[in-house]
């Protein structure tokens, strides 16, 4: 298995413009989530996902953060407009499925916003 | 509140040498219960994980981790560090549908 891919794995652009980050879970696996990983505030959970449907946002900092799992094999993380506090390593990580606790992340995408 | 804790947040240890990581809980019952460890520019790789059975749990890279319910503890243990485990551990809590994790602590490792 190819674990759990992300893309971009890095990311420069300029405060302002639209972003996205894009996951593919490990395949079979029926939980996603969002993390975000500064130096100052650790590893956030953003939002998480089970069975493509959002059951909790409510780390998604604010309304410029939106998020989407149209299918089991494929998720977005949108930042629109991006502004430099936004600047951060962002993962994606999967989980089996119910009764299965243990998440399998992705590399990352860091993000630098200017 | 439900919480976890990881007191240290650098430790420096010469390879060759014992290692143990301290990470402590608080929730209401025995939560599941993980050990991660991120090299730089990585992602989480999972260590070992406990949900029930045997405190002492083995896992991968020579690590084992002891759950104390009486301390409400999962210390991370490695009796002997090589140079290649230098990175950053993370405790995590299960409980409820939801997963914790604690603020890390980076380990160096002295040649």
């Known amino acids: 298995d190819a674990g759990v891919i992300q893309s971009p794995r890095h990311e420069v652009t300029e405060m302002g413009q639209e972003v996205t980050l894009r996951c593919k879970p490990i395949?079979?696996?029926?939980?996603l989530f969002w993390y975000r990983q500064t130096m100052m505030r650790g590893l956030e959970l953003l939002i998480y996902?089970?069975?493509?449907?959002?059951?909790?946002d409510s780390g998604m900092p604010e309304d410029r953060f939106s998020a989407k799992m149209p299918n089991a094999s494929f998720s977005t993380l949108k930042i629109q407009p991006s502004e430099p506090r936004d600047s951060a390593v962002y993962f994606c990580?999967?989980?089996?499925?119910?009764?299965?606790?243990?998440?399998?992340f992705g590399p990352g995408t860091r993000l630098t916003v200017t | 509140a439900q919480s976890v804790t990881q007191p240290d947040i650098h430790i420096t240890v010469s390879e060759g040498a014992s290692l143990e990581l301290r990470c402590n809980y608080s929730?209401?019952?025995?939560?599941?219960l993980f050990w991660y460890v991120q090299s730089p520019g990585q992602g989480l790789q999972l260590l070992l994980k406990?949900?029930?059975?045997?405190?002492l749990v083995q896992g991968i890279k020579g690590f084992e981790a002891e759950f104390k319910r009486s301390q409400s503890s999962f210390n991370l243990r490695k009796p002997s560090v090589h140079w290649s485990d230098a990175a950053e551990y993370f405790c995590?809590?299960?409980?409820?549908?939801?997963?914790?994790f604690g603020a890390g602590t980076r380990l160096t490792v002295k040649p």
């Open positions: 990580a999967s989980r089996p499925g119910q009764g299965a606790w243990e998440q399998y």
């Open positions: 395949s079979g696996h029926n939980s």
């Open positions: 996902f089970n069975n493509n449907v959002p059951i909790d």
């Open positions: 929730y209401g019952a025995t939560p599941y």
């Open positions: 406990y949900f029930s059975g045997d405190t």
């Open positions: 995590a809590v299960g409980y409820n549908n939801d997963m914790r």
